[in-house]
């Protein structure tokens, strides 16, 4: 297990202001910055009108090595 550090949250008040914001207005700001296609494909809505806004965690995707690794060992 990998050890993380104190992560320290935005405030309160910060994250109520982004709730405001909305996903196209985000994603364009982002594609001006150089961030192109900020989106992920596959999840879909289950409840409609409702906003997900808060801090989140990115966790970097390493592919298996099997150049490193026999067979099992990932």
Known sequence: ???APDITRPP???IDALREIGAATVAGTLGHMGFRN???VGPVAQNHGKS????ALT????PQRPDLFTEGEY
């Open 1 to 3: 297990m990998t050890h």
């Open 12 to 14: 309160k008040h910060l």
């Open 38 to 40: 900020p989106h992920m």
């Open 52 to 55: 997900i806004v808060g801090p």
């Open 59 to 62: 966790l970097q995707f390493m």
